[in-house]
Each structure stands twice: as C-alpha cells, then as structure tokens.
C-alpha cells in the first residue's frame, strides 16, 4: 500500500459522508490556492509517513494525516473541520476501499489556521493512523 492508496481511500469515504467531491472540491495531495472552497487530504507535514506495515506490528508505522478544509464562509469551514473530527476521531477496525485501520485518532480538536488574502477560512485537523 502507498500513501497515495490511503489518502485516496479516506478520501472516498469523507466523499461518501457528503463532505465533497472527490476531484472537485476534494484535492489529495496537493493545496492549490485556486481551488477555492476545498478539502485538502495530505500527510501531515513533520511527521514521519513510513512505510504502511503488514500483520505483525513488530515496528508499527503511524502515518499521519492532515484535513485542512477552506471556505469563504467561516460557518461552513467550521461545520466541514467538525464533520470530518467526528467521522475520524475515534476509528478502529475498518475498512475503506483497499485500506485497513487498525486504529485512526485525532491529535486535537479542528483548529484555526488563517484567513487568506482571498478571505477564505482555513481550519486544519491531524490524525495518526496505524494501517495495514
């Protein structure tokens, strides 16, 4: 698996749970400042995205993943940061697409990040992962 799979995977289901589209209003990985409002999937920047580990955990691997949502309207950055904490936040045991979470956690509540020249509103949140 690549990192690539599972932002794409997680991805889809933020897509299934009405939060966007993917490839429209979804972008994984990348932040294009055009792109308007958006979902930016990533890896979190700073942290270690090691190799995706099989069965055996002798060194388990976390990737992290970061979900920074933009908006023009501050409310609806703030409801989309939210949706996505909840959907997240707490997640064991479950497959999406071609990718197994053995556990996903969020680091901390969707946070603030900035308002840009062109007035849209970021709000950031972070989750490690172990996969398979």
């Known amino acids: 698996m690549t990192i690539e799979t599972y932002l794409v995977d997680l991805s889809n289901y933020i897509q299934s749970n009405g939060l966007g589209t993917v490839a429209v209003d979804i972008v994984i990985s ?5 792109a308007g409002n958006a979902i930016f999937v990533t890896p979190y920047g700073g942290s270690d995205n090691c190799e995706i ?21 501050q409310a609806i950055a703030i409801s989309k940061a939210n949706a996505i904490f909840k959907l997240f936040r707490k997640v064991s045991d479950l497959t999406i697409g071609d990718t197994k979470i053995i556990s996903m956690r969020a680091k901390g509540p969707p946070s603030f990040v900035m308002k ?16 398979q």
């Open 53 to 73: 580990k099989t069965p055996g955990y002798d060194d388990p691997c976390t990737p992290d993943v970061q979900f920074l949502v933009r908006n023009l309207d």
């Open 116 to 131: 840009t020249n062109s007035l849209h509103y970021h709000y950031s949140i972070n989750f490690s992962l172990i996969i």
């Open 30 to 34: 990348g932040y294009y400042d055009k």
